[in-house]
């Protein structure tokens, strides 16, 4: 079965930055994307970020282009989201998941019902 380990969650003042990292193994030979999710209180869970394996095309929710960067070391099988300029605003639980694809030519989305592994989440908390 695949597994997520997501860590590297805080405490950060505003403009500060973080880095999370999500750990990934049980994948057999298909293709794959991990991504990044958010769910803040009382708000829906919202797609943040993902990348595909084999070409490591990235997507970026609006809200974080240009401050955070997903990145993969696909050798140690873990995915990173670099986050810079932290807001209040991106106070939140952070999940990774993963998504198992038909091809290589599949779609991308930051849809979560798309979505087939969840990870347990850790917290980012930015102080003002």
């Known amino acids: 079965d695949v597994q997520l380990q997501a860590s590297g969650g805080g405490l950060v003042q505003a403009g500060g930055s973080l880095r999370l990292s999500c750990a990934a193994s049980?994948?057999?030979?298909?293709?794959?994307?991990i991504g990044w999710f958010r769910q803040a209180p009382g708000k829906e869970r919202e797609g943040v970020s993902s990348?595909?394996?084999?070409?490591?095309?990235?997507l970026y929710a609006d809200s974080v282009k240009g401050r955070f960067t997903i990145s993969t070391n696909n050798a140690k099988n873990t995915v990173y989201l670099e986050m810079n300029s932290l807001e209040p605003e991106d106070t939140a639980i952070y999940y990774c998941?993963?998504?198992?694809?038909?091809?290589?030519?599949?779609?991308?989305?930051?849809?979560?019902?798309?979505?087939?592994?969840w990870g347990q989440g850790t917290q980012v908390t930015v102080s003002s």
């Open positions: 998941a993963s998504r198992i694809l038909y091809s290589s030519n599949d779609y991308y989305t930051l849809r979560p019902m798309r979505w087939d592994y």
């Open positions: 049980g994948f057999t030979d298909s293709d794959y994307d």
């Open positions: 990348i595909r394996r084999s070409d490591r095309h990235t």
